[in-house]
């Protein structure tokens, strides 16, 4: 399948048929490569990760990076950016030279941003070259063992009804895909949860298993080992399936709330005007790391699968999850300060 004709070809597709579409493509055949593609990179590359480290997106990015160096045969360094909900890190990499030494790994955060900030210092669709999507990560809903005392979705519901107001949860700061999907569960659950942002994922899950915080709805992937571990308890994931590596876990749907589905998912850009030939060498570098036996694993024990969607498809598809969040954005009436 030639993934550059996917956008003609999925106009009026939901992001689903899109991602499923995109799951079904083989390793992709890139055009030759001119002599300026065959000569980058000559020095260390740079992803800068706009949130602190330790967060969800920090769970993918370190083995990635690992896996791009032995692929493009030069170290690929992760720069943790956080603040403003990934917007701070998206602003600096906007702004670096366009000549392929400089990507960004975002997130869902990114589609939010343009509908909770009233001016952003970048445009993800026009600063940016769309490289490829990730991994596409289910949303869990977890809580802190000793704090709710529940173990599943309609005891979590229960609970706080009883409870209005006093529980709290926390997310990777206000606007984020994890402030969201809080207030898409309060508004689907008739139910009220005080909200806590932090400077990023990180900081608010050492919260949660600290015991400062009640629950979040949090990424799989930033989640995974600490569900594991039992440090937290995990009560269903935000998705039509169950995730990959956590079979036990129930999805929203079977705990009697089909409507609650989100995800954090994360890709890979770079500047505007960064040379086609660069782009395409990284492209066909970050499909062959995604498709090693490693990165498959390492994303399963996340809690996702290996998606395969690239360049103007993912352009697509983040414009896609653009529009879908500005309508939460709307219905929760969240908004941030200039």
């Not at 704090?147 to 949860?169: A, C, F, I, M, S």
């Amino acid at each position: 399948m030639d993934v550059s004709k996917l956008p003609n070809r999925s106009r009026g597709l939901s992001r689903r048929q899109i991602l499923k579409a995109a799951s079904c493509t083989p390793a992709l055949a890139f055009p030759g490569l001119n002599a300026l593609a065959a000569e980058w990179p000559a020095r260390p590359v740079t992803i800068v990760v706009p949130f602190p480290s330790g967060g969800g997106t920090d769970a993918f990015a370190r083995p990635l990076s690992a896996m791009l160096t032995r692929q493009l045969g030069r170290q690929v360094m992760i720069v943790n950016h956080g603040g403003a909900g990934g917007t701070l890190g998206a602003s600096v990499a906007s702004k670096a030279a366009p000549d392929g030494y400089t990507f960004l790994l975002g997130a869902v955060h990114h589609a939010i941003a343009p509908s909770v900030y009233p001016k952003l210092a970048y445009n993800i669709e026009t600063d940016f070259v769309p490289v490829g999507l990730v991994s596409n990560v289910p949303q869990v809903v977890v809580v802190n063992p000793t704090r709710v005392p529940v173990t599943d979705l309609k005891g979590l519901v229960e609970y706080v009804r009883k409870r209005p107001g006093q529980l709290n949860y926390g997310s990777a700061g206000t606007g984020t895909s994890h402030h969201l999907a809080g207030e898409l569960f309060k508004q689907q659950t008739h139910t009220f949860i005080t909200h806590i942002p932090y400077r990023g994922a990180g900081p608010a899950l050492q919260d949660l298993i600290g015991g400062q915080l009640d629950l979040m709805f949090d990424g799989l992937g930033s989640s995974a080992a600490h569900i594991k571990s039992g440090r937290i308890r995990a009560l269903a994931v935000a998705a039509p399936q169950r995730a990959p590596g956590f079979p036990d876990v129930p999805t929203s749907a079977e705990a009697g709330f089909p409507g609650y589905q989100v995800s954090t998912w994360y890709g890979l850009w770079t500047t505007r005007g960064t040379p086609a030939e660069i782009v395409e060498h990284m492209q066909t570098a970050l499909d062959k790391a995604l498709g090693t036996a490693e990165l498959r694993k390492a994303w399963s024990d996340l809690g996702t699968d290996t998606p395969r969607l690239y360049g103007a498809a993912f352009g697509q598809f983040v414009h896609g999850e653009i529009a879908r969040w500005s309508e939460v954005v709307k219905t929760s009436g969240v908004k941030l300060a200039a």
